[in-house]
């Protein structure tokens, strides 16, 4: 398992370091739309395991705010994209309502997937339209991925009182704490490689609290698999499972991070102020 999970990183992690660098925004949006459509197929594998129109359904329902920002590169179309995902899934179980023994509960399962994955997603769409946006896209991967190695390999080594067992018997106290030492230190050094022109005072202790959210998201997914009755959610990438397993921590941490760019202003006058952000450096 530990083979196969450093061969598969070291495959491809170059391949996305390579397209977010010199990709540009058209293969950043190809990316995009190709991670949300195989997280989504994995949720609603997951969910709805004998009713392939849901899954078709789900998919296309949440692509619907990933699309918005890909084509209007505004955040106003993520609320448009939630609503038409609420829309489309409440016309799909009305047209379909005498199948379903609980309608009502597997529409709230229906919108609830769709809307979570469509919605942090479409977060990373609007943080690559930044200024500054592939930057703060590579930074966020690096801290997220960097914590969850940490999490890992601390977790192993030293992990005695589990973290919420109930949830997930593999998780640790210390690998929690091993994962946000490592989400600082990547922080720390995304910032001397590219990222110089920002306060590392304000930077790192972001990156700390991105790295926490990012571990709720994975907790969030051992509680779909958990409660689907599965171990992981794909076996797309050897060693980590499937796409879903590998971007559950950085896809809830996505919008937070987006968000906290707003508020804080993390930018340099020499860069302008294109979205109207105050400046706190």
Sequence with gaps: MHRQRL??????GP???????WGGHIAFDILLAGATILCLRAFFSMSFPKDTD?????ILAGMLPVLGVILFHEPLYVLGGLYLVALVSLLFFLVTYSRWDNC????????????????????????????????????????IFAGDIGAYYVGKGMGKKKLCPNISKGKTVAGAMG?????????LIMWFVML????????????IVTGAIGQIGDLAESVIK????????????PGHGGVFDRLDAVMLAAPFFYWALHLLGIYLNRFGNPMGLYHVL
């Excluded at 994962?179 to 922080?187: D, L």
């Excluded at 110089?196 to 990156?207: H, K, M, N």
Aim: one cysteine or more; aromatic letters at 8%; hydrophobic letters at 60%.
């Design 7 to 12: 061969l598969t990183a070291l495959i491809v």
């Design 15 to 21: 391949i996305l370091l390579a397209l977010l660098l």
């Design 54 to 58: 849901a899954q078709v359904v789900g």
């Design 104 to 143: 009502f509960q597997n529409w709230a399962v229906l919108f609830l997937g769709a809307s979570y994955i469509g919605i942090c997603f479409a977060h990373f769409g609007m943080l690559r339209h930044l200024l500054l946006g592939k930057e703060f896209v590579l930074f966020l991967l690096v801290v």
């Design 179 to 187: 994962g946000i030492v490592s989400n600082a230190v990547a922080a």
């Design 196 to 207: 110089r022109q920002l306060d590392p005072r304000i930077i790192v202790p972001l990156a």
């Design 226 to 237: 958990r409660s689907s009755g599965v171990k992981d959610s794909g076996t797309m990438l």
